[in-house]
């Protein structure tokens, strides 16, 4: 099943340029989508479309069957989100917060409860429920909020940079949770995020923005062999063969880019048949990094001039 469906969605704000243009794609359910772009790439845009809180300019979306522009509140009602901006109140403690919302979702009193102890304990905030929320950390807020968008069991959460802040073992608990609710749980995630070391551990999925169009989406598996994203070998050892074309990187240390993971043991037998040694050999995988680098360096797009779209929803 496909829990989010866009096909051809666009918005301007000014319209003199298109913020977001023409913006196609599907997820499945329990799927981890990650949305990567710089800033002003229409990552924002996008999110606030599907949840209703902009009106696009072209094009249509659905979420859950649901149509973005005419079934808003329904939308809201299976969705959680937490942004960069998102707020708790003060005051309250994170179990008198977690209350509030639930009420607002309109959870009786017993669910809210059973819930908050749940995401409480799996986020590790347990000692701290009746502490004011103005006392806690950055790291405890975000767990707070993730847990406040998490509460009613949404089918579909919108994580904008859900790590931001916290300290290395705290993006891996808030990681961990999100694996578990997609795993366990069967809820979709559409994470916005610039950590592309966590997202490249977490996301099953990946979208790259540019300019307010979509370069690529895919597993990585399919992106790293559609946009020939090299792996390298790299050789620890002494007196290689020069026509392998290793190039040194340091004492005893080369390197060479390889097209697959198969073409290392081919070389190898080369090396030790030349009387070369080999100390030890490995290989290194293109990152999300180097991928996501290798799509925005892409020349072959252009944004499409406005007045090229179709009105309407």
Same mark, same amino acid.
């Given at each position: !099943? ?6 051809d ?6 319209k003199?340029s298109?913020?977001? =243009? ?11 989508f ?27 979306a659905s979420?859950?069957?649901?149509s973005?522009t005419? %079934? ?7 969705? /959680?989100? !937490?942004?960069?901006?998102a ?9 008198? &917060? ?5 009420m607002?979702?309109? !959870?009786?009193?017993?669910?809210i409860?059973k ?8 986020? /590790?905030l ?13 790291? !405890? ?5 993730? @847990? ?16 931001s802040?916290?300290d290395? $073992?705290?993006?891996?608990?808030? &990681? ?10 069967? *809820? ?8 592309l070391? #966590? @997202? ?5 999925v ?10 690529a989406c +895919? ?5 790293? @062999?559609? #946009? =020939? ?9 002494k &007196? ?6 290793? *190039?040194?990187?340091? =004492? ?5 880019d390889?097209?697959?993971f198969?073409?290392a043991? $081919? ?5 030790v %048949?030349?009387? +070369?040694t080999?100390f030890?050999a490995? %290989?290194?995988? @293109?990152?999300l $990094? ?7 360096k892409?020349?072959? #797009?252009?944004?499409n001039?406005?007045? &090229? ?5």
């Amino acid at each position: !099943m496909n829990v989010v469906e866009i096909a051809d969605l666009s918005k301007t704000y000014d319209k003199k340029s298109w913020a977001l =243009d023409k913006l196609s794609l599907s997820i499945k359910e329990g799927e981890i989508f990650g949305i990567f772009g710089p800033n002003g790439s229409g990552k924002t845009t996008t999110v606030r479309l599907l949840n209703g809180v902009l009106d696009p300019s072209a094009g249509t979306a659905s979420i859950l069957g649901m149509s973005i522009t005419s %079934q808003g509140p329904e939308i809201r009602a299976q969705c /959680g989100v !937490m942004t960069e901006t998102a707020a708790a109140y003060e005051y309250l403690s994170a179990r008198e &917060n977690l209350q509030f919302f639930g009420m607002l979702h309109q !959870m009786d009193d017993q669910n809210i409860s059973k819930r908050s102890d749940y995401l409480l304990s799996l986020l /590790g905030l347990c000692e701290a429920e009746h502490r004011p929320l103005k006392t806690f950390s950055t790291g !405890m807020r975000k767990k707070l909020l993730l @847990a406040i968008s998490m509460l009613h069991k949404p089918r579909l959460i919108f994580l904008d940079e859900p790590t931001s802040g916290l300290d290395p $073992e705290a993006s891996k608990n808030v &990681n961990d949770l999100i694996r578990t609710l997609a795993k366990k749980e069967g *809820v979709t995630v559409f994470l916005c995020t610039h950590q592309l070391k #966590y @997202a490249e551990e977490l996301c099953s999925v990946f979208g790259f923005l540019k300019e307010g169009r979509l370069l690529a989406c +895919g597993r990585f598996e399919e992106l790293q @062999a559609k #946009y =020939d994203t090299h792996i390298t070998l790299e050789i620890r050892g002494k &007196n290689l063969p020069k026509n392998l074309e290793f *190039v040194q990187e340091s =004492d005893g240390v080369f390197r060479r880019d390889i097209q697959a993971f198969e073409d290392a043991g $081919e070389i190898i037998r080369t090396i030790v %048949q030349g009387g +070369g040694t080999i100390f030890e050999a490995r %290989q290194i995988k @293109a990152s999300l $990094e180097d991928l996501y680098f290798s799509i925005q360096k892409r020349t072959d #797009y252009a944004p499409n001039p406005l007045g &090229n779209h179709q009105e309407g929803h």
